[in-house]
């Protein structure tokens, strides 16, 4: 049986009078692998970062686990924190501490244990991520592939149920992406991670998700189950993972034709 673990309910917002988010409703099931699609942009950032109360929304309800969390207290979103992780878009290591430092940070914060007890943990941690023995090393001696994964085993540290992936292959080499990919897919499935992963990358999205959702104009237009995309008929959902120019998604080009 589906289980709802995450729901937004007509959630708005705005930035300086533009609107972004406009009215988005949409509910997440555990253990899926949903990917949220769209323009650079149209606002899929901006969508994560209100469900993890990183922005405020101008109105809508966002409930985890049935409990509405939209107006929770600073001390209450990092409670929500612990149990909803976040891979940011370009990894967000912090440069000047160690990969032992960057994956045992929200240990420190979070938990009481000895210098033993987090050695230990951040060496699994890094082997569920495929690294070992690198903790002395600083990001700047990392490869990009190696920093996304030392960033990825920073955000399972506290065995969110849910992960957030913010453009996790975006700059990747095919190859790198790949394995990052494929690390999404089993921590998924060996650590039933719901994981709600942002990318505008078609090919991998419907490779490895269950359901895609396409955002356009601050609208969530579609939301699909990845294996009836062959014969959707949402023209949004056509043009987008074609790269078509001509649709109902207006592309800068067109824009720029029509100014002429
Ligand atoms: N804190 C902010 N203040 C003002 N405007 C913002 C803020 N954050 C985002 N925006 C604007 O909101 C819009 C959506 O931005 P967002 O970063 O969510 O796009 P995106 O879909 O993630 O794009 P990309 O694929 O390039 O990462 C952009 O026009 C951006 O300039
Ligand atoms: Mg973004």
Same mark, same amino acid.
């Given at each position: ?13 705005? &930035?300086?009078?533009? !609107? $972004?988010?406009? %009215? *988005? =409703? ?8 949903? /990917? ?57 290591? &912090?440069?000047?501490? !160690? $990969?032992?430092? %960057? *994956? =045992? ?8 244990? /000895? ?146």
């Amino acid at each position: 049986m589906v289980e709802e673990i995450l729901r937004v309910e007509n959630l708005c917002k705005k &930035f300086e009078g533009m !609107t $972004v988010i406009d %009215n *988005v =409703s949409i509910s997440f099931y555990r253990g899926e692998i949903f /990917t949220l699609m769209g323009q650079s942009g149209v606002g899929k950032s901006v969508f994560v970062r209100l469900i993890l109360g990183l922005l405020s929304p101008d109105s809508g309800e966002i409930y985890f686990k049935d409990k509405n969390i939209t107006n929770s207290s600073d001390r209450e979103w990092i409670e929500i924190r612990k149990k909803m992780g976040m891979l940011f878009q370009n990894g967000a290591l &912090f440069d000047s501490l !160690t $990969v032992f430092e %960057n *994956v =045992s940070f929200l240990l420190d914060e979070h938990l009481k244990i /000895t210098i033993d007890e987090k050695k230990e943990r951040v060496a699994k941690l890094l082997l569920e991520v495929g690294l070992k023995d690198i903790e002395s090393l600083y990001p700047a001696e990392l490869s990009g592939g190696m920093q996304k994964r030392v960033a990825l085993a920073r955000t399972i540290a506290l065995n969110p149920e849910v992960v957030f992936y913010d453009e996790p292959i975006t700059g990747l080499d095919p190859i790198t992406a790949s394995v990052i990919t494929k690390l999404v897919n089993e921590l998924n499935k060996a650590k039933k991670i719901t994981s709600i992963i942002v990318s505008h990358d078609v090919k991998t999205s419907l490779s490895i998700s269950d359901r895609i959702g396409l955002l356009y104009n601050g609208k969530l237009v579609a939301i699909e189950d990845t294996k009836d995309v062959a014969k959707c008929k949402n023209p949004y959902v056509d043009q987008f993972i074609k790269g078509k120019l001509t649709g109902p998604i207006k592309t800068v080009m067109e824009g720029k034709w029509e100014e002429k």
